[in-house]
């Protein structure tokens, strides 16, 4: 029984380096390949929408209602080149989001049959609501939705 001896060699020598450009092109090969092979249906706004809910809607059943809330926040936008743009309010939403991109891409590039799809989470902290706790800010919150709420107090004389 005679073994075959794979034959080894050093990367820092001539023969080493041609072997790793010949690796090398063969892999740039390989890419442009898979690159043809991609699936790159075109996208719809509204079908995009639809099966993100979808998505959204999948998580809610399995109990991940964390990550359904945080996808459900924005709907997201989409440009030509097929990137996904979406907006949150803070960064721990975005890196939750990151996290769990894999799934998400590998669904929507499913059902919506492109392989070029990719999502950019932009985090936007003016999308940040300010809370109203005291009595005053509640009336000028009122005062702004309805003017006529300043005139009651004022003929009424009440207090906040």
């Given at each position: 029984?005679?073994l075959?001896?794979?034959?080894r060699?050093?990367g820092?020598?001539?023969?080493g380096?041609?072997?790793?450009?010949?690796?090398r092109?063969?892999?740039?090969?390989?890419?442009?390949?898979s690159?043809e092979?991609?699936?790159?249906?075109?996208?719809?706004?509204?079908?995009l929408?639809?099966?993100w809910?979808?998505?959204i809607?999948q998580?809610?059943?399995?109990?991940?209602?964390i990550?359904a809330?945080?996808?459900n926040?924005?709907?997201?936008?989409i440009?030509?080149?097929f990137?996904?743009?979406?907006t949150?309010p803070?960064?721990?939403?975005?890196?939750?989001?990151?996290?769990?991109?894999?799934?998400?891409?590998q669904f929507?590039?499913?059902k919506?049959?492109?392989?070029?799809?990719?999502?950019?989470?932009?985090?936007?902290?003016?999308m940040?609501?300010k809370?109203?706790?005291?009595?005053?800010?509640?009336?000028k919150?009122?005062?702004?939705?309805?003017?006529?709420i300043?005139?009651?107090?004022d003929?009424?004389?009440?207090?906040?």
């Amino acid at each position: 029984m005679e073994l075959k001896q794979e034959h080894r060699v050093s990367g820092l020598s001539l023969a080493g380096m041609a072997l790793q450009k010949k690796h090398r092109e063969e892999k740039a090969q390989q890419k442009t390949k898979s690159e043809e092979h991609k699936r790159a249906k075109e996208v719809s706004l509204e079908e995009l929408h639809v099966h993100w809910n979808n998505y959204i809607a999948q998580l809610d059943a399995k109990g991940k209602k964390i990550m359904a809330a945080n996808l459900n926040m924005d709907q997201p936008q989409i440009n030509e080149a097929f990137l996904m743009i979406m907006t949150v309010p803070n960064q721990i939403i975005q890196q939750e989001i990151d996290r769990n991109k894999f799934e998400l891409l590998q669904f929507l590039r499913d059902k919506l049959e492109n392989d070029h799809l990719d999502l950019q989470v932009i985090v936007k902290e003016e999308m940040n609501e300010k809370y109203i706790f005291t009595p005053e800010e509640k009336y000028k919150k009122m005062v702004e939705q309805n003017p006529s709420i300043a005139l009651l107090k004022d003929t009424f004389d009440l207090d906040y």
